[in-house]
């Protein structure tokens, strides 16, 4: 037999002498009346053989034969060994349970009970006698019998009041445990008096008091329990878990601080984080949203009372998520901060931001993702080192936590080609940082490969020195020490500017198609906003989504963002300004690739030029420049003939532009008769393309004279 059935046997054992104790008090109580003398002495109960501690034996001596108390000075069980020095004494009134210790003891539920919550012996005796209308069918008739009353056959506070000893009055107060615990619930109807109405147990104590401690069923709408962690914590992670542990076991003579908050931008760091230091604790964690707290007075007090109680007769643990509540707007801060002011044991503020003025003393750890080094070492342990190679190029690019580490690496095939597997997880890192990300931005199909791209020789090394940091910065930054030494400046950011169809879209595709990664043009609506703060809000989601999933931004148009900072005459340039400077600052923490992109150089902030790694010049292309254009334009599959590159690379135009006019040209020849591009057909479409641009059109320029061939 386990120590928990053989304390579910004492229990049961003790509590059914109890029961036998209490239906003698009403049998005795509904006999017709006798002299004092003949008045039936209490009946304790047997001393069982089973271990029941000697601690329930004199509780229980002192709950049926102990000598009267003054009221209001319950007389309590005596605490167990480990509760004796955190159990503070029971006033008239508890306004918050008493500490619960996370060792076990052998006592009765109903003693435990009655010590955690403060009842007196009367009040004990009181909860009983509610208690045994649901354990018992034979009480009901008992009641009424003891009340002289066939319609009554329920316990009240009046039966209460007769049938024990050292009765109180103020046990009906709200103020006292009955009712401030919400032990007993009382069915008062219309006018009849409190003393009078029906009394039952709650469904929760009942139970609580057979050995079946659950957490109460009302509060599971809300709560949500938060299971094992599972998995050892990043070093880094592992010292603040400590921390937050002696923090909550402060040595004799300093009081420990049960409100904890979490900052940080990582959730389920966090998370994991604070499950770890419960577990160390011997504490259950319960999780609850901060839009499920109830806002109505009631309800609200509802949830705190409940919590409040089953901190007293569990070892619980409770973590608010107020990560994405921003504490100047959002309407449901004051809910917040009274659930956290009141809310009994250990609690966890998840949050971004430190909150100030919570109502009590509150210690603060910040907790971040495990640092490139460490999540390194969490791909080699997960993957084995067979695949040091996938490690490392996957601690790279991805700023992942632990728990998304090991499920990647859980639904990875483990056995087939290396590149296979790597690929494999490679995409899956990238599905699963990609949709916050997408709010935000556009995902661009990366299509384009260096093959497409035509640029001067200086031009293409360039972009080819990007791929290569890109690639190594792992070596560099933490093989080789730089990022010890760098605490900025650890991303990576180019510049590409030239005029408007030269290319610089592409040279971004081909960049995220040569690295494999996403690559997101910056949606300007989404992100900018008129609202002041609506903007910089925006961009630190955009900023820090990239970063965890590697995902190259580019910024189309971006003078748009990133102009010149203004003279500031009225409040609107100032707030304008700050913007810019909130730019300034995140590009240069940004740990990914960015990639500006503009026709107006010269419109950007100098600020921004020093801290771009690379600039990239992307010229008017020249006559070579633009006859390769033509020449890899049209598709294999698009049928052509007789097409003069010479000719057509004669044309001042940009890549895009030459670009359009392929387009067109393909949609004139699939409605012509002979269904091929010709130059006439180019010519025309060409045509089309400098009058949109309203550049000058010289007939002969665009007229074909089919050559002639030689007679014979």
């Known amino acids: 037999m386990t120590e928990h059935e053989a304390w579910l046997e004492a229990n049961d054992k003790y509590l059914t002498a109890a029961l036998a104790w209490l239906r003698a008090r009403l049998s005795a109580l509904a006999a017709p009346a006798s002299p004092p003398a003949a008045r039936p002495a209490p009946m304790p109960p047997p001393v069982p053989s089973d271990p029941v501690s000697e601690t329930a034996r004199s509780f229980w001596d002192r709950l049926v034969t102990g000598p009267p108390t003054a009221l209001g000075t319950p007389v309590l069980p005596p605490a167990p060994a480990e509760e004796r020095e955190a159990t503070p004494p029971t006033g008239d009134a508890p306004s918050t349970p008493p500490p619960v210790a996370t060792g076990t003891t052998d006592a009765p539920a109903l003693i435990l009970l ?125 010292r603040v878990a400590e921390a937050i542990v002696g923090q909550l076991t402060q040595p004799q003579g300093l009081a420990p601080m049960s409100l904890l908050q979490l900052v940080g931008a990582d959730r389920q760091s966090k998370l994991l984080v604070a499950q770890h230091a419960v577990e160390r604790l011997g504490l259950r964690l319960y999780r609850i949203a901060a839009d499920v707290i109830p806002t109505q007075t009631q309800d609200h007090e509802t949830l705190l009372r409940l919590w409040q109680r089953e901190s007293a007769l569990i070892p619980v643990a409770l973590y608010v998520d107020a990560a994405n509540v921003d504490r100047g707007a959002a309407p449901q801060v004051g809910t917040i901060q009274r659930l956290i002011a009141r809310a009994a044991g250990t609690v966890f503020l998840d949050t971004r931001e430190p909150w100030a003025d919570l109502g009590r003393e509150t210690a603060t750890f910040e907790i971040a993702k495990p640092t490139p080094a460490e999540q390194h070492a969490a791909w080699r342990d997960v993957l084995g080192e067979g695949a040091r190679q996938h490690a490392e190029r996957l601690a790279g690019h991805f700023n992942l936590n632990l728990p998304a580490i090991r499920q ?185 690739l960015a990639i500006l992109a503009t026709n107006m150089k010269s419109a950007l902030d100098q600020a921004f030029l020093r801290r771009l790694r690379f600039i990239v010049n992307f010229p008017f292309p020249g006559p070579a420049e633009r006859q390769a254009i033509w020449q890899s334009v ?56 400098f009058r949109k641009l309203d550049k000058p059109v010289d007939e002969a320029e665009f007229r074909w004279l089919v050559p002639t061939q030689a007679s014979a």
Request: aromatic letters at 8%; hydrophobic letters at 45%; charged letters at 20%.
């Open 114 to 238: 009655a010590h955690r919550l403060g009842l007196s012996p009367f009040e004990a005796h009181t909860l009983l006698l509610c208690s045994a209308m649901e354990l018992d069918t034979g009480f009901p008739a008992l009641c009424a019998r003891a009340q002289n009353d066939p319609g009554r056959p329920y316990p009240t506070f009046a039966l209460a009041l007769s049938l024990f000893e050292n009765p109180a009055w103020d046990v009906m107060s709200p103020e006292r445990p009955l009712r401030y615990w919400r032990l007993v619930e009382i069915s008062q109807v219309g006018p009849q008096p409190l003393i009078t109405s029906a009394l039952r147990a709650d469904e929760r104590i009942v139970n609580f008091l057979k050995g079946l401690n659950y957490l109460d069923d009302r509060l599971g709408p809300l709560l949500v329990p938060v299971p094992s962690a599972s998995g050892a914590l990043a070093p880094s992670q592992r």
């Open 408 to 592: 990647i690496a859980a639904a990875a095939p483990r056995e087939g080609d290396a590149e296979v597997v790597g690929n494999a997880l490679w995409t899956e890192c990238v599905s699963r940082t990609r949709p916050t990300l997408d709010m935000l931005a556009q995902a661009l199909p990366a299509k384009a490969s260096w093959s497409d791209l035509k640029l001067p020789a200086a031009e293409a090394t360039l972009l080819r020195h990007i791929v290569d940091h890109v690639r190594q910065r792992m070596s560099v930054y933490d093989g080789w020490g730089f990022r010890d030494r760098m605490n900025r400046g650890l991303g990576i950011s180019a510049l590409f500017a030239g005029p408007s169809g030269t290319g610089k879209k592409m040279a971004a595709e081909v960049i995220a198609n040569e690295l494999g990664l996403p690559l997101h043009r910056i949606d300007l609506s989404a992100v900018v906003s008129k609202y002041i703060g609506d903007s910089e809000k925006n961009l630190r989601r955009l900023f820090d989504a990239a970063e965890d999933g590697g995902a190259i931004l580019f910024f189309d148009e971006a003078d748009a963002l990133f102009g010149k900072r203004s003279e500031v005459k009225d409040s609107h340039d100032r707030y304008a300004n700050i913007e810019v400077n909130y730019l300034l600052q995140r590009m240069e923490a940004y740990a990914g």
């Open 634 to 689: 049209f598709p294999r599959q698009t049928p052509t003939e007789g097409l003069d590159w010479a000719r057509l690379a004669r044309l001042s135009l940009t890549g895009g532009s030459i670009h359009n006019i392929a387009l067109s040209a393909a949609f004139l020849a699939a409605r012509s008769e002979g269904r091929v591009v010709t130059m006439p057909l180019v010519l025309q479409a060409a045509r089309i393309e």
